[in-house]
């Protein structure tokens, strides 16, 4: 079955990050700047966003949940897809900006690094999925950085842990490797934050950052 050609309209931004940058704040940060700029927008999330994805979500972040990496992965792809065609395509054709709390490169830097350590033939399976089940990518990527350890001591102040923010340091270090392996081979659809400072510092950066590319 052939591939739905790329949607035209509206912005498809998205944010990344390891637990604790800052994603949450920012992002609601920049919906308050787009609603003050009169700019009609969705916020949505992954793994989630849709009725059947956030039933995934939920089995996906449940400590109790015990499947093999495999596994794991097509469920995020699964909740991906559905996501794509019930919410953020609709939303692009209607000329609404999209501004999604992870996407892709989460795939890549938790499942391609975080799990495998980055092994060539998982990436390469990663990579696949992609081709073969989004046809289209965020116009832009807002990588938000902040040193491991600071944004797991951030992440711990949170009253409970969810099944991925229960790894050790570790698996963040890999998975932090994932996503500047991701920055580096997309720069231009990646832009690196700088996540430290006031939670408004990091809201000037993002939203200068995306003015000069409008």
């Known amino acids: ?5 790329p949607v035209q309209s509206g912005r ?3 944010f990344e990050g390891t637990e604790g940058v800052g994603k949450t704040t920012a992002i609601e940060h920049l919906c308050a700047n787009l609603s ?11 793994p989630g966003g849709s ?9 996906l972040l449940d400590p109790a949940t015990v499947i093999d990496d495999d596994t794991e992965l097509l469920l995020m792809f699964a909740a991906r897809c559905d996501h794509w065609h019930q919410r953020i395509r609709p939303a692009l054709q209607a000329g609404k900006w999209v501004i999604c709390d992870r996407f892709v490169d989460s795939t890549i830097a938790y499942q391609g690094f975080g799990r495998a350590q980055g092994d060539s033939a998982v990436l390469a399976k990663i990579e696949g999925l992609i081709a073969a089940f989004i046809p289209q ?6 990588w938000l950085d902040l040193p491991v350890a ?16 229960q790894e050790a340091i570790d698996f963040f270090t ?19 934050i700088d996540a430290s400072g006031s939670p408004e510092a990091v809201a000037t950066r993002i939203w200068q950052t995306l003015a000069s590319q409008t």
């Open 51 to 59: 009725d059947f994805a956030e039933q995934l979500r939920a089995l």
């Open 137 to 142: 990518l965020p116009e832009q990527t807002l």
């Open 174 to 192: 890999r998975v932090h490797e994932g996503f500047a392996y991701c920055a580096a081979k997309d720069s231009k659809r990646i832009t690196r």
């Open 1 to 5: 079955m052939s591939q739905p050609s």
């Open 12 to 14: 498809f931004i998205s």
């Open 36 to 46: 003050a700029a009169g700019i009609d927008y969705i916020r949505t999330r992954e």
């Open 150 to 165: 600071e944004g797991m001591a951030r992440a711990g102040k949170r009253s409970s842990a969810d099944r991925f923010e």
